[in-house]
Protein backbone atom coordinates (compact mmCIF):
# COMPACT_ATOMS: atom_id res chain seq x y z
CA UNK A 1 0.00 0.00 0.00
CA UNK A 2 1.15 3.45 -0.63
CA UNK A 3 0.87 6.92 0.80
CA UNK A 4 0.71 10.57 0.02
CA UNK A 5 0.61 13.97 1.69
CA UNK A 6 0.17 14.07 5.55
CA UNK A 7 -0.09 17.81 6.05
CA UNK A 8 1.56 17.60 9.35
CA UNK A 9 2.68 21.19 10.96
CA UNK A 10 4.87 21.55 14.22
CA UNK A 11 2.52 22.21 17.02
CA UNK A 12 2.89 23.58 20.31
CA UNK A 13 2.13 21.02 23.86
CA UNK A 14 -0.73 22.17 25.63
CA UNK A 15 -0.49 24.20 28.67
CA UNK A 16 -1.14 25.11 32.01
CA UNK A 17 -0.57 27.32 34.49
CA UNK A 18 -0.25 26.61 38.01
CA UNK A 19 -2.00 28.70 41.08
CA UNK A 20 0.48 27.10 43.76
CA UNK A 21 -1.26 29.41 47.13
CA UNK A 22 1.65 28.96 50.09
CA UNK A 23 5.08 30.78 50.37
CA UNK A 24 7.29 32.24 47.30
CA UNK A 25 10.20 30.70 49.62
CA UNK A 26 10.61 27.24 50.61
CA UNK A 27 12.92 27.48 53.46
CA UNK A 28 10.68 29.79 55.75
CA UNK A 29 7.40 29.26 54.45
CA UNK A 30 4.53 30.93 56.70
CA UNK A 31 4.62 34.20 54.54
CA UNK A 32 1.44 33.40 52.41
CA UNK A 33 1.08 34.31 48.94
CA UNK A 34 0.02 32.62 46.07
CA UNK A 35 1.78 32.23 42.81
CA UNK A 36 1.19 32.17 38.88
CA UNK A 37 3.73 29.57 37.34
CA UNK A 38 3.55 29.21 33.08
CA UNK A 39 4.67 25.33 32.09
CA UNK A 40 4.86 24.23 34.98
CA UNK A 41 5.70 20.59 33.70
CA UNK A 42 7.81 21.59 31.18
CA UNK A 43 10.87 24.95 31.53
CA UNK A 44 8.55 26.74 34.73
CA UNK A 45 8.22 30.28 33.78
CA UNK A 46 7.24 33.01 36.66
CA UNK A 47 5.04 34.65 36.13
CA UNK A 48 4.20 36.81 39.29
CA UNK A 49 3.65 36.38 42.82
CA UNK A 50 0.96 37.97 44.47
CA UNK A 51 1.54 38.82 48.23
CA UNK A 52 -1.27 38.25 50.61
CA UNK A 53 0.38 39.22 54.26
CA UNK A 54 -1.84 41.67 55.23
CA UNK A 55 -5.08 39.61 54.75
CA UNK A 56 -3.72 36.23 56.34
CA UNK A 57 -1.30 35.49 59.30
CA UNK A 58 0.04 32.27 57.23
CA UNK A 59 -0.61 29.87 54.89
CA UNK A 60 -1.99 26.98 57.31
CA UNK A 61 -5.93 26.12 56.17
CA UNK A 62 -6.20 28.36 53.25
CA UNK A 63 -7.49 27.23 49.74
CA UNK A 64 -7.35 28.35 46.63
CA UNK A 65 -9.68 27.42 43.51
CA UNK A 66 -10.25 28.93 39.84
CA UNK A 67 -13.58 29.22 38.75
CA UNK A 68 -14.10 29.14 35.21
CA UNK A 69 -16.77 30.79 34.74
CA UNK A 70 -15.79 34.89 35.33
CA UNK A 71 -12.25 33.55 34.65
CA UNK A 72 -10.86 34.61 38.52
CA UNK A 73 -9.05 33.55 41.91
CA UNK A 74 -10.65 32.30 44.82
CA UNK A 75 -9.00 32.24 48.09
CA UNK A 76 -10.47 30.71 51.20
CA UNK A 77 -10.01 30.82 54.61
CA UNK A 78 -11.30 28.59 57.17
CA UNK A 79 -8.38 28.34 59.66
CA UNK A 80 -11.31 29.01 62.74
CA UNK A 81 -13.21 25.99 61.57
CA UNK A 82 -16.69 27.26 61.70
CA UNK A 83 -16.39 30.18 59.09
CA UNK A 84 -14.77 31.10 55.83
CA UNK A 85 -13.42 33.89 54.87
CA UNK A 86 -13.47 34.03 50.87
CA UNK A 87 -11.59 36.78 48.69
CA UNK A 88 -12.25 36.85 44.77
CA UNK A 89 -9.50 37.91 42.62
CA UNK A 90 -9.12 39.54 39.42
CA UNK A 91 -5.88 38.19 37.94
CA UNK A 92 -6.76 39.48 34.19
CA UNK A 93 -7.91 35.97 32.24
CA UNK A 94 -7.32 35.79 29.01
CA UNK A 95 -5.62 38.95 28.62
CA UNK A 96 -2.19 39.90 30.26
CA UNK A 97 -2.00 37.71 33.38
CA UNK A 98 -0.66 39.03 36.73
CA UNK A 99 -1.65 39.96 40.19
CA UNK A 100 -4.37 42.17 40.97
CA UNK A 101 -3.54 46.11 41.44
CA UNK A 102 -4.63 45.69 44.90
CA UNK A 103 -6.19 43.11 46.92
CA UNK A 104 -8.72 44.19 49.29
CA UNK A 105 -8.17 43.67 53.18
CA UNK A 106 -11.68 42.35 54.04
CA UNK A 107 -12.66 39.36 52.28
CA UNK A 108 -15.48 39.44 49.37
CA UNK A 109 -18.17 36.70 51.61
CA UNK A 110 -17.60 35.84 55.06
CA UNK A 111 -20.20 32.97 56.46
CA UNK A 112 -20.39 30.26 58.64
CA UNK A 113 -20.29 27.66 56.32
CA UNK A 114 -16.27 25.71 56.95
CA UNK A 115 -15.26 24.31 53.43
CA UNK A 116 -13.12 21.60 53.00
CA UNK A 117 -11.00 21.57 49.91
CA UNK A 118 -13.03 23.64 47.77
CA UNK A 119 -12.83 23.64 43.53
CA UNK A 120 -15.01 25.13 40.91
CA UNK A 121 -16.49 22.85 38.09
CA UNK A 122 -16.43 24.41 34.26
CA UNK A 123 -20.07 25.47 35.17
CA UNK A 124 -18.68 27.35 38.00
CA UNK A 125 -20.36 25.26 40.66
CA UNK A 126 -18.56 25.05 43.64
CA UNK A 127 -17.63 21.64 45.66
CA UNK A 128 -16.23 20.82 48.75
CA UNK A 129 -16.12 17.79 51.44
CA UNK A 130 -17.09 17.83 55.03
CA UNK A 131 -18.54 15.86 57.96
CA UNK A 132 -16.41 12.67 57.74
CA UNK A 133 -16.56 9.59 59.71
CA UNK A 134 -13.44 7.80 59.43
CA UNK A 135 -15.33 4.62 61.25
CA UNK A 136 -17.43 4.35 57.86
CA UNK A 137 -15.37 5.78 54.82
CA UNK A 138 -18.05 8.27 54.41
CA UNK A 139 -18.34 12.15 54.34
CA UNK A 140 -20.29 14.87 52.63
CA UNK A 141 -19.81 15.79 49.43
CA UNK A 142 -21.13 19.58 48.87
CA UNK A 143 -22.46 21.71 46.02
CA UNK A 144 -22.47 25.31 47.78
CA UNK A 145 -23.49 28.45 46.91
CA UNK A 146 -20.08 30.66 47.34
CA UNK A 147 -21.77 34.03 47.83
CA UNK A 148 -23.86 32.42 50.90
CA UNK A 149 -22.34 29.71 52.09
CA UNK A 150 -26.09 27.72 51.69
CA UNK A 151 -25.63 24.09 50.61
CA UNK A 152 -27.84 23.67 47.22
CA UNK A 153 -26.83 20.07 46.98
CA UNK A 154 -25.35 17.48 49.27
CA UNK A 155 -24.87 13.55 48.75
CA UNK A 156 -22.66 11.16 50.66
CA UNK A 157 -19.21 10.41 48.98
CA UNK A 158 -18.40 6.56 49.79
CA UNK A 159 -14.73 5.66 50.07
CA UNK A 160 -13.54 2.05 49.23
CA UNK A 161 -12.94 -0.41 51.94
CA UNK A 162 -9.24 -0.23 52.53
CA UNK A 163 -8.18 2.69 51.37
CA UNK A 164 -9.82 5.01 53.58
CA UNK A 165 -8.14 8.57 54.54
CA UNK A 166 -7.03 9.19 57.85
CA UNK A 167 -8.74 12.67 57.58
CA UNK A 168 -10.08 14.77 54.77
CA UNK A 169 -8.86 18.62 56.50
CA UNK A 170 -5.68 17.24 54.73
CA UNK A 171 -5.64 17.60 51.27
CA UNK A 172 -6.91 18.68 47.62
CA UNK A 173 -9.56 18.56 45.15
CA UNK A 174 -9.62 19.08 41.69
CA UNK A 175 -11.85 19.07 38.37
CA UNK A 176 -10.63 18.70 34.70
CA UNK A 177 -12.18 20.64 32.35
CA UNK A 178 -13.95 17.37 31.03
CA UNK A 179 -15.70 16.61 34.12
CA UNK A 180 -13.52 14.39 36.08
CA UNK A 181 -12.40 14.91 39.69
CA UNK A 182 -9.52 13.68 41.51
CA UNK A 183 -8.57 14.27 45.37
CA UNK A 184 -5.38 14.09 47.48
CA UNK A 185 -6.66 13.36 51.32
CA UNK A 186 -4.81 12.08 54.52
CA UNK A 187 -1.75 12.52 56.03
CA UNK A 188 1.08 9.81 56.50
CA UNK A 189 -0.09 8.43 54.06
CA UNK A 190 -1.57 10.71 51.44
CA UNK A 191 -3.95 8.80 49.05
CA UNK A 192 -5.35 9.63 45.28
CA UNK A 193 -8.92 8.96 44.33
CA UNK A 194 -10.54 9.55 41.62
CA UNK A 195 -14.48 10.98 42.76
CA UNK A 196 -17.27 9.38 40.19
CA UNK A 197 -21.10 10.36 39.75
CA UNK A 198 -20.30 13.44 42.11
CA UNK A 199 -23.34 15.17 39.92
CA UNK A 200 -25.33 12.85 39.65
CA UNK A 201 -28.38 10.58 40.98
CA UNK A 202 -27.49 8.17 44.79
CA UNK A 203 -24.17 8.22 46.43
CA UNK A 204 -21.07 9.12 45.05
CA UNK A 205 -18.29 6.83 44.82
CA UNK A 206 -14.07 7.82 45.29
CA UNK A 207 -12.07 5.16 43.48
CA UNK A 208 -8.49 4.39 45.03
CA UNK A 209 -5.70 5.26 42.58
CA UNK A 210 -2.61 4.99 44.40
CA UNK A 211 -0.52 5.83 47.46
CA UNK A 212 2.08 9.03 47.27
CA UNK A 213 5.55 8.52 48.92
CA UNK A 214 5.33 11.91 50.98
CA UNK A 215 2.43 14.22 52.58
CA UNK A 216 0.74 15.85 49.52
CA UNK A 217 -1.86 18.55 50.53
CA UNK A 218 -2.22 20.14 46.71
CA UNK A 219 -3.42 18.94 43.82
CA UNK A 220 -3.83 20.50 39.91
CA UNK A 221 -4.43 19.30 36.45
CA UNK A 222 -1.67 20.29 34.03
CA UNK A 223 -2.27 18.93 30.29
CA UNK A 224 -3.14 15.45 30.93
CA UNK A 225 -0.99 14.89 34.26
CA UNK A 226 -1.97 15.64 37.69
CA UNK A 227 0.57 17.44 39.64
CA UNK A 228 0.32 16.49 43.31
CA UNK A 229 2.33 18.64 45.59
CA UNK A 230 3.71 18.79 49.51
CA UNK A 231 5.87 20.30 51.95
CA UNK A 232 7.66 19.38 54.98
CA UNK A 233 7.66 22.72 56.37
CA UNK A 234 11.86 23.19 56.43
CA UNK A 235 13.52 22.63 53.29
CA UNK A 236 11.77 19.97 51.23
CA UNK A 237 8.66 21.26 49.00
CA UNK A 238 8.01 18.48 46.14
CA UNK A 239 5.51 17.59 44.05
CA UNK A 240 4.72 13.96 42.04
CA UNK A 241 2.75 13.72 38.87
CA UNK A 242 -0.27 11.29 38.09
CA UNK A 243 -0.08 10.70 34.23
CA UNK A 244 -4.28 9.89 33.47
CA UNK A 245 -3.27 8.23 30.09
CA UNK A 246 -1.97 5.30 31.97
CA UNK A 247 -2.12 5.64 35.83
CA UNK A 248 1.27 5.53 36.64
CA UNK A 249 3.14 8.04 39.95
CA UNK A 250 5.97 9.67 38.59
CA UNK A 251 9.26 9.98 41.15
CA UNK A 252 9.47 12.82 43.59
CA UNK A 253 10.48 16.40 42.11
CA UNK A 254 11.56 19.52 43.44
CA UNK A 255 8.36 21.86 43.48
CA UNK A 256 8.36 24.35 40.73
CA UNK A 257 10.41 28.04 41.48
CA UNK A 258 11.48 27.61 45.16
CA UNK A 259 7.44 27.98 46.39
CA UNK A 260 6.27 26.22 49.24
CA UNK A 261 2.87 24.26 47.94
CA UNK A 262 0.19 24.06 50.13
CA UNK A 263 -3.57 24.01 48.37
CA UNK A 264 -3.23 24.25 44.20
CA UNK A 265 -5.27 24.83 41.17
CA UNK A 266 -4.72 25.80 37.51
CA UNK A 267 -6.51 27.36 34.58
CA UNK A 268 -6.00 25.53 31.59
CA UNK A 269 -6.24 26.39 27.89
CA UNK A 270 -6.58 23.59 26.01
CA UNK A 271 -7.92 23.14 21.96
CA UNK A 272 -8.69 20.04 20.15
CA UNK A 273 -9.98 19.04 16.89
CA UNK A 274 -10.97 16.19 14.51
CA UNK A 275 -11.61 15.67 10.85
CA UNK A 276 -13.03 13.22 8.64
CA UNK A 277 -14.44 12.46 5.12
CA UNK A 278 -17.94 13.09 5.09
CA UNK A 279 -18.31 12.58 1.34
CA UNK A 280 -16.25 11.59 -2.03
CA UNK A 281 -18.20 11.96 -5.05
CA UNK A 282 -16.23 10.43 -8.26
CA UNK A 283 -16.04 12.77 -11.29
CA UNK A 284 -14.03 10.85 -13.03
CA UNK A 285 -11.26 7.78 -12.80
CA UNK A 286 -9.28 10.47 -11.40
CA UNK A 287 -11.21 13.13 -10.24
CA UNK A 288 -13.31 13.32 -7.28
CA UNK A 289 -15.23 15.71 -5.22
CA UNK A 290 -14.95 15.91 -1.54
CA UNK A 291 -16.25 16.88 1.14
CA UNK A 292 -14.42 16.96 4.59
CA UNK A 293 -16.12 18.22 8.44
CA UNK A 294 -14.02 19.72 10.93
CA UNK A 295 -14.53 19.83 14.96
CA UNK A 296 -13.23 22.33 16.74
CA UNK A 297 -13.59 21.95 20.52
CA UNK A 298 -12.36 24.54 23.34
CA UNK A 299 -11.70 21.79 25.81
CA UNK A 300 -9.78 23.92 28.30
CA UNK A 301 -11.37 26.19 31.75
CA UNK A 302 -10.28 29.58 29.89
CA UNK A 303 -11.29 32.07 26.89
CA UNK A 304 -9.20 31.13 24.23
CA UNK A 305 -7.90 34.46 22.10
CA UNK A 306 -6.95 34.56 18.51
CA UNK A 307 -8.62 31.04 17.43
CA UNK A 308 -6.65 29.87 14.10
CA UNK A 309 -7.62 26.90 11.94
CA UNK A 310 -5.43 25.74 8.97
CA UNK A 311 -6.05 23.07 6.10
CA UNK A 312 -3.16 22.47 3.53
CA UNK A 313 -5.01 21.04 0.65
CA UNK A 314 -2.30 21.41 -1.61
CA UNK A 315 0.38 19.95 -0.03
CA UNK A 316 -1.99 16.73 0.20
CA UNK A 317 -2.99 16.63 -3.62
CA UNK A 318 -0.84 18.81 -4.65
CA UNK A 319 -1.36 23.00 -5.66
CA UNK A 320 -1.96 22.48 -9.72
CA UNK A 321 -5.04 19.31 -8.70
CA UNK A 322 -7.11 21.15 -6.56
CA UNK A 323 -9.77 23.22 -7.13
CA UNK A 324 -13.50 24.65 -6.65
CA UNK A 325 -12.78 25.07 -3.11
CA UNK A 326 -15.68 25.85 -0.58
CA UNK A 327 -16.16 26.16 2.91
CA UNK A 328 -19.51 26.73 5.61
CA UNK A 329 -20.29 26.42 9.16
CA UNK A 330 -22.73 23.47 9.64
CA UNK A 331 -25.96 25.12 10.76
CA UNK A 332 -26.53 25.42 14.48
CA UNK A 333 -22.66 24.68 15.36
CA UNK A 334 -21.09 28.12 15.41
CA UNK A 335 -22.76 30.24 18.34
CA UNK A 336 -19.62 31.57 19.20
CA UNK A 337 -20.59 33.45 15.77
CA UNK A 338 -17.21 33.32 14.40
CA UNK A 339 -16.60 34.30 10.71
CA UNK A 340 -14.42 32.48 7.48
CA UNK A 341 -11.57 33.99 5.89
CA UNK A 342 -13.54 34.41 2.48
CA UNK A 343 -9.63 34.28 0.67
CA UNK A 344 -9.48 30.35 1.62
CA UNK A 345 -7.99 28.74 -1.18
CA UNK A 346 -6.39 25.39 0.53
CA UNK A 347 -3.32 26.20 -1.16
CA UNK A 348 -1.84 29.85 -1.29
CA UNK A 349 -3.85 31.14 1.74
CA UNK A 350 -4.75 28.03 4.07
CA UNK A 351 -6.35 30.14 7.23
CA UNK A 352 -9.94 29.03 7.37
CA UNK A 353 -10.89 31.72 9.67
CA UNK A 354 -10.56 35.26 10.13
CA UNK A 355 -7.83 36.31 11.99
CA UNK A 356 -8.45 37.96 16.06
CA UNK A 357 -11.27 35.87 16.77
CA UNK A 358 -12.47 34.24 20.17
CA UNK A 359 -13.92 30.71 21.65
CA UNK A 360 -14.94 30.61 25.11
CA UNK A 361 -14.76 27.74 26.89
CA UNK A 362 -17.99 25.61 28.16
CA UNK A 363 -20.51 26.46 31.06
CA UNK A 364 -23.27 25.29 31.38
CA UNK A 365 -25.21 23.98 28.51
CA UNK A 366 -23.58 26.32 26.53
CA UNK A 367 -22.81 25.67 22.67
CA UNK A 368 -20.29 28.43 22.16
CA UNK A 369 -17.21 26.29 23.23
CA UNK A 370 -17.06 24.71 19.73
CA UNK A 371 -17.37 25.14 16.13
CA UNK A 372 -17.65 22.59 13.09
CA UNK A 373 -16.75 23.42 9.38
CA UNK A 374 -17.38 21.72 6.19
CA UNK A 375 -14.76 21.95 3.28
CA UNK A 376 -15.62 21.11 -0.63
CA UNK A 377 -13.11 20.75 -3.12
CA UNK A 378 -12.58 18.87 -6.31
CA UNK A 379 -8.99 17.00 -6.67
CA UNK A 380 -7.56 15.78 -9.92
CA UNK A 381 -4.98 13.13 -11.23
CA UNK A 382 -5.43 11.26 -8.54
CA UNK A 383 -4.18 7.58 -8.51
CA UNK A 384 -5.20 3.92 -7.35
CA UNK A 385 -4.15 2.32 -4.04
CA UNK A 386 -2.80 5.51 -3.04
CA UNK A 387 -3.79 6.69 0.48
CA UNK A 388 -4.05 10.87 0.59
CA UNK A 389 -3.61 11.86 3.97
CA UNK A 390 -4.49 15.33 5.66
CA UNK A 391 -4.65 17.10 8.98
CA UNK A 392 -6.24 20.00 10.24
CA UNK A 393 -4.32 22.43 12.58
CA UNK A 394 -6.14 24.39 15.15
CA UNK A 395 -4.38 27.59 17.11
CA UNK A 396 -5.48 29.49 19.93
CA UNK A 397 -3.61 31.17 23.28
CA UNK A 398 -4.11 33.41 26.58
CA UNK A 399 -2.46 35.95 28.29
CA UNK A 400 -0.47 38.63 26.18
CA UNK A 401 2.56 38.16 23.82
CA UNK A 402 4.05 41.55 25.67
CA UNK A 403 5.00 39.07 29.16
CA UNK A 404 5.62 36.04 30.43
CA UNK A 405 1.88 34.88 30.86
CA UNK A 406 1.64 34.33 26.80
CA UNK A 407 0.68 30.74 26.75
CA UNK A 408 0.20 29.00 22.93
CA UNK A 409 -1.59 25.60 22.10
CA UNK A 410 -2.52 23.61 19.29
CA UNK A 411 -3.49 20.32 18.35
CA UNK A 412 -3.05 18.00 14.38
CA UNK A 413 -6.61 16.69 14.10
CA UNK A 414 -7.49 13.44 15.18
CA UNK A 415 -9.32 11.13 12.10
CA UNK A 416 -13.33 10.90 13.09
CA UNK A 417 -16.39 12.76 14.56
CA UNK A 418 -16.11 14.86 17.39
CA UNK A 419 -16.09 11.63 19.85
CA UNK A 420 -12.47 11.12 18.78
CA UNK A 421 -11.53 14.19 19.77
CA UNK A 422 -9.73 12.90 23.07
CA UNK A 423 -9.86 9.46 22.66
CA UNK A 424 -8.06 8.46 26.35
CA UNK A 425 -10.38 11.37 28.02
CA UNK A 426 -7.37 13.26 30.10
CA UNK A 427 -8.12 16.17 28.97
CA UNK A 428 -4.94 17.25 26.79
CA UNK A 429 -6.05 16.26 23.06
CA UNK A 430 -2.64 16.06 21.04
CA UNK A 431 -0.30 13.40 22.46
CA UNK A 432 0.69 10.82 20.61
CA UNK A 433 -1.98 8.43 18.90
CA UNK A 434 -4.74 11.32 18.96
CA UNK A 435 -3.07 12.74 15.90
CA UNK A 436 -4.03 10.51 13.23
CA UNK A 437 -4.52 12.29 9.67
CA UNK A 438 -7.45 11.32 7.56
CA UNK A 439 -7.10 9.01 4.78
CA UNK A 440 -8.63 9.37 1.54
CA UNK A 441 -8.27 6.17 -1.09
CA UNK A 442 -9.60 5.68 -4.78
CA UNK A 443 -10.70 1.91 -4.77
CA UNK A 444 -10.70 -0.95 -5.86
CA UNK A 445 -9.31 -2.31 -3.04
CA UNK A 446 -10.58 -4.47 0.15
CA UNK A 447 -11.38 -2.28 3.07
CA UNK A 448 -7.92 -1.14 4.49
CA UNK A 449 -6.83 -1.57 8.06
CA UNK A 450 -4.78 1.39 8.90
CA UNK A 451 -4.25 1.19 12.41
CA UNK A 452 -5.78 -1.65 15.22
CA UNK A 453 -4.77 -1.13 18.93
CA UNK A 454 -5.90 -2.52 22.32
CA UNK A 455 -5.94 -1.32 26.19
CA UNK A 456 -6.74 -1.76 29.23
CA UNK A 457 -9.22 0.82 30.55
CA UNK A 458 -9.27 -0.56 34.11
CA UNK A 459 -8.73 -3.91 35.46
CA UNK A 460 -12.16 -5.75 33.66
CA UNK A 461 -12.20 -4.26 30.97
CA UNK A 462 -10.41 -3.36 27.28
CA UNK A 463 -10.61 -0.57 24.64
CA UNK A 464 -10.43 -2.22 21.32
CA UNK A 465 -9.45 0.74 18.79
CA UNK A 466 -9.63 0.90 14.51
CA UNK A 467 -8.99 3.06 12.01
CA UNK A 468 -9.51 2.43 8.30
CA UNK A 469 -9.10 3.96 4.92
CA UNK A 470 -12.33 5.66 3.53
CA UNK A 471 -14.80 5.32 1.79
CA UNK A 472 -15.30 1.86 2.26
CA UNK A 473 -17.35 0.28 -0.92
CA UNK A 474 -19.69 -2.60 -0.30
CA UNK A 475 -18.45 -2.60 3.51
CA UNK A 476 -21.36 -4.02 5.90
CA UNK A 477 -19.91 -4.55 9.47
CA UNK A 478 -17.01 -5.36 11.77
CA UNK A 479 -17.07 -8.01 14.36
CA UNK A 480 -14.91 -7.81 17.07
CA UNK A 481 -13.16 -11.32 17.87
CA UNK A 482 -10.76 -12.22 20.73
CA UNK A 483 -8.94 -15.64 21.35
CA UNK A 484 -6.82 -17.09 24.43
CA UNK A 485 -4.47 -19.18 22.20
CA UNK A 486 -4.43 -17.33 18.88
CA UNK A 487 -6.30 -19.92 17.61
CA UNK A 488 -9.67 -20.28 18.87
CA UNK A 489 -11.90 -17.06 18.53
CA UNK A 490 -15.40 -16.21 19.88
CA UNK A 491 -16.89 -12.93 18.70
CA UNK A 492 -17.73 -10.34 21.03
CA UNK A 493 -19.05 -7.71 19.33
CA UNK A 494 -20.73 -6.36 15.90
CA UNK A 495 -20.25 -2.93 14.85
CA UNK A 496 -22.64 -2.16 11.63
CA UNK A 497 -21.08 -0.14 8.92
CA UNK A 498 -23.77 2.87 8.33
CA UNK A 499 -21.44 5.55 6.82
CA UNK A 500 -18.76 4.38 4.20
CA UNK A 501 -17.15 7.16 5.47
CA UNK A 502 -16.22 7.21 8.92
CA UNK A 503 -12.92 5.89 10.07
CA UNK A 504 -12.59 5.65 13.63
CA UNK A 505 -14.38 2.96 15.74
CA UNK A 506 -14.03 1.28 18.66
CA UNK A 507 -15.34 -1.26 21.26
CA UNK A 508 -15.17 -2.16 24.73
CA UNK A 509 -15.04 -5.40 25.88
CA UNK A 510 -16.28 -5.86 29.45
CA UNK A 511 -15.76 -8.51 31.96
CA UNK A 512 -12.73 -9.74 31.00
CA UNK A 513 -10.85 -12.88 31.84
CA UNK A 514 -7.63 -12.60 33.52
CA UNK A 515 -4.19 -13.53 31.31
CA UNK A 516 -2.98 -13.01 27.61
CA UNK A 517 -5.74 -11.38 25.67
CA UNK A 518 -5.42 -11.50 21.72
CA UNK A 519 -7.82 -9.24 19.41
CA UNK A 520 -8.46 -8.74 16.08
CA UNK A 521 -11.18 -7.26 13.60
CA UNK A 522 -13.69 -8.67 10.80
CA UNK A 523 -14.80 -7.23 8.27
CA UNK A 524 -17.06 -8.19 6.25
CA UNK A 525 -19.02 -6.46 3.41
CA UNK A 526 -22.16 -7.25 1.75
CA UNK A 527 -21.40 -9.89 -0.99
CA UNK A 528 -20.28 -11.92 2.27
CA UNK A 529 -16.60 -11.76 1.70
CA UNK A 530 -14.65 -10.94 4.88
CA UNK A 531 -10.99 -10.17 6.04
CA UNK A 532 -9.25 -9.79 9.27
CA UNK A 533 -7.26 -6.78 10.35
CA UNK A 534 -3.25 -7.71 11.87
CA UNK A 535 -3.47 -9.40 15.58
CA UNK A 536 -2.86 -7.41 18.63
CA UNK A 537 -3.01 -8.84 22.00
CA UNK A 538 -2.32 -7.56 26.19
CA UNK A 539 -1.75 -9.21 28.92
CA UNK A 540 -3.14 -8.17 32.76
CA UNK A 541 -0.43 -7.36 34.89
CA UNK A 542 2.16 -7.85 31.87
CA UNK A 543 4.67 -4.92 32.41
CA UNK A 544 4.78 -3.69 28.92
CA UNK A 545 8.69 -2.32 27.48
CA UNK A 546 9.05 1.51 28.29
CA UNK A 547 11.07 3.42 26.53
CA UNK A 548 13.22 6.81 26.65
CA UNK A 549 15.12 8.64 25.07
CA UNK A 550 18.17 11.07 26.08
CA UNK A 551 18.99 13.38 25.19
CA UNK A 552 16.98 15.97 23.96
CA UNK A 553 17.66 18.35 22.54
CA UNK A 554 19.99 15.96 20.39
CA UNK A 555 23.18 17.60 18.87
CA UNK A 556 25.31 14.40 17.58
CA UNK A 557 23.45 11.51 18.99
CA UNK A 558 20.69 10.15 21.00
CA UNK A 559 19.96 6.63 22.86
CA UNK A 560 17.10 4.30 22.97
CA UNK A 561 16.27 2.50 26.24
CA UNK A 562 14.68 0.05 26.76
CA UNK A 563 13.57 -0.64 30.12
CA UNK A 564 12.29 -3.89 30.51
CA UNK A 565 13.25 -5.85 26.84
CA UNK A 566 11.05 -8.57 25.76
CA UNK A 567 10.74 -11.15 23.45
CA UNK A 568 10.44 -10.36 19.82
CA UNK A 569 11.42 -7.70 17.41
CA UNK A 570 11.18 -4.14 17.84
CA UNK A 571 11.24 -1.73 15.43
CA UNK A 572 12.13 1.98 15.44
CA UNK A 573 11.79 4.37 12.51
CA UNK A 574 12.56 8.25 13.04
CA UNK A 575 10.77 10.55 10.94
CA UNK A 576 10.76 14.01 10.40
CA UNK A 577 8.60 16.90 10.57
CA UNK A 578 6.75 16.43 7.04
CA UNK A 579 6.94 12.33 7.62
CA UNK A 580 9.70 11.38 5.48
CA UNK A 581 11.63 8.51 6.85
CA UNK A 582 15.30 8.98 8.26
CA UNK A 583 16.61 6.38 10.11
CA UNK A 584 15.20 2.66 10.99
CA UNK A 585 16.59 0.24 12.73
CA UNK A 586 15.41 -3.43 14.63
CA UNK A 587 16.78 -3.17 18.32
CA UNK A 588 18.51 -5.85 19.73
CA UNK A 589 19.53 -4.58 23.06
CA UNK A 590 18.31 -2.34 25.86
CA UNK A 591 20.58 0.48 24.41
CA UNK A 592 20.49 1.72 20.99
CA UNK A 593 22.47 5.07 19.85
CA UNK A 594 21.28 7.14 16.86
CA UNK A 595 23.88 9.34 15.16
CA UNK A 596 22.25 13.19 14.23
CA UNK A 597 25.19 14.96 12.97
CA UNK A 598 23.49 14.86 9.75
CA UNK A 599 19.79 15.50 10.60
CA UNK A 600 19.11 18.92 10.32
CA UNK A 601 17.73 21.16 13.23
CA UNK A 602 14.06 20.58 14.22
CA UNK A 603 11.77 18.16 15.30
CA UNK A 604 11.30 14.47 14.85
CA UNK A 605 8.64 11.69 15.72
CA UNK A 606 10.64 8.25 16.63
CA UNK A 607 8.59 5.76 16.31
CA UNK A 608 9.02 2.25 18.30
CA UNK A 609 6.92 -0.48 17.70
CA UNK A 610 7.38 -3.96 19.84
CA UNK A 611 4.93 -6.64 20.41
CA UNK A 612 2.61 -5.43 22.32
CA UNK A 613 1.95 -1.36 20.90
CA UNK A 614 3.48 1.22 18.96
CA UNK A 615 4.85 4.19 20.91
CA UNK A 616 5.61 7.95 19.94
CA UNK A 617 8.22 10.08 21.09
CA UNK A 618 9.55 13.35 19.92
CA UNK A 619 12.65 14.15 19.46
CA UNK A 620 14.33 17.85 19.17
CA UNK A 621 17.79 17.72 16.71
CA UNK A 622 19.54 21.05 17.69
CA UNK A 623 22.81 21.77 16.73
CA UNK A 624 25.14 24.22 18.19
Known amino acids: MMWLGISHHSIAQQNSVLINFGSNTCTAPLEPSFSLIKDPLGSPVFI ?48 AIDCPVTIPLAPTYSYNYATNNFEFDNNGDIWAFSSYDPTTGQCSLDKFDVTTGQAINTRTLQFPAGYFPNTISSGDLCILPNGRMFATLGFSPSLLYEITNYNGQGNASATFLTTVPKNCFGIAYIKGVLEITGTDFGTGCYYYEYDLSNGLLGTEKTFQVGNAPIDNTSFTPSIGNTKHLLNATPVNSNTYDLTYEIYVENMGNVILNNVELTDDLGSVFGAANVSNVQTNFVPGANAAGL ?88 GNANQIGENIPTPFVIYPLPVTFIDVNARYKNESST ?37 NMQGSYSF ?31 QQ ?77 KILVKHP
Open 48 to 95: SNCNMQAQLPDFFSVFVAYNPANNKVYIADVRSGIETKIWILDIGLPQ
Open 339 to 426: TLNPNYNGITDINVLNPNQDLPNRILNNTNYFFKVQIQCRVTNLQNNLIYYNSALTKADIGSNNNLSWVTVADSSNNGDQTFVDPNAD
Open 463 to 499: LVNWQVATPMVNAKEFAVEYSRDAKNWTTIGVVPIAN
Open 508 to 538: THVNVPSGLLYYRIKQSDINFSFIYSKIVFL
Open 541 to 617: GEKENQYTVYPTPSNTQFTIHATNAMNGSIHAILYDAIGRQCWAKQLTGSNTVVDTHQLPNGQYLLKITDEKKSQGI
